[in-house]
T-cell receptor, first 117, second 112 residues
Framework: DTGVSQNPRHKITKRGQNVTFRCDPI?????LYWYRQTLGQGPEFLTYFQNEAQLEKSRLLSDRFSAERPKGSFSTLEIQRTEQGDSAMYLCASSLGSKGVAKNIQYFGAGTRLSVL | DQQVKQNSPSLSVQEGRISILNCDYT??????FLWYKKYPAEGPTFLIS?????DKNEDGRFTVFLNKSAKHLSLHIVPSQPGDSAVYFC???????????FGQGTRLTINP
């Protein structure tokens, strides 16, 4: 399977703990995105990488959130000192990043569902 | 502010009939629009897209219409099939940006 892979699929944690999620994009895609989705809403943009460079961050990404993409391959999203409001589905997507229509199509993973107790 | 809106949380259609899902946007800078379909426990799956230079794009049973003056787009599914039952998201972006802005989604149920 060459789709976007996210791990873990589910994470339950206690308030105040740190959590880390991993995303493996489609292998030839050089752009990687993180989104957050809460119940009844569409995905909301958090941040995106072009290769290893983090080029844009949303205001939703507070100081407790950090994302990395070492070597331009997989990416991690860490949340420090989790709060109940962080409970959501965290989605990763990747895109080709070349010129033309195809660059705009983002392909999503199945997500990591975070529950903060 | 909600720049992309899907005002119908749910839609129920009989199998074989046409399903029409609607989406409105407020940002006139948007120049590319996409529809995604989402099944439970899966991520959104790309369905069809349209550039702002066009007013229609068709792919098999799926057609997207864009009305720029009304800032409105719609997705038509003909004929509707039970496997089309899912949540459908409208999304948009613009040339200089990479992020997609999503609507809230519409849950489509196809009844046999």
């Amino acid at each position: 399977d060459t789709g976007v892979s996210q791990n873990p699929r589910h994470k339950i944690t206690k308030r105040g703990q740190n959590v880390t999620f991993r995303c493996d994009p489609i292998s030839e895609h050089n752009r990687l995105y993180w989104y957050r989705q809460t119940l009844g809403q569409g995905p909301e943009f958090l941040t995106y990488f072009q290769n290893e460079a983090q080029l844009e961050k949303s205001r939703l990404l507070s100081d407790r959130f950090s994302a990395e993409r070492p070597k331009g391959s997989f990416s991690t999203l860490e949340i420090q000192r989790t709060e109940q409001g962080d409970s959501a589905m965290y989605l990763c997507a990747s895109s080709l990043g070349s010129k033309g229509v195809a660059k705009n199509i983002q392909y999503f993973g199945a997500g990591t569902r975070l529950s903060v107790l | 502010d909600q720049q992309v809106k899907q005002n119908s949380p749910s839609l129920s259609v009989q199998e074989g009939r046409i399903s029409i899902l609607n989406c409105d946007y407020t940002n006139s800078m948007f120049d590319y629009f996409l529809w995604y379909k989402k099944y439970p426990a899966e991520g959104p799956t790309f369905l069809i897209s349209i550039s702002s230079i066009k007013d229609k794009n068709e792919d098999g049973r799926f057609t997207v219409f864009l009305n720029k003056s009304a800032k409105h787009l719609s997705l038509h599914i003909v004929p509707s099939q039970p496997g089309d039952s899912a949540v459908y998201f409208c999304a948009a972006n613009w040339g200089g940006a990479q992020k997609l802005v999503f609507g809230q989604g519409t849950r489509l149920t196809i009844n046999p």
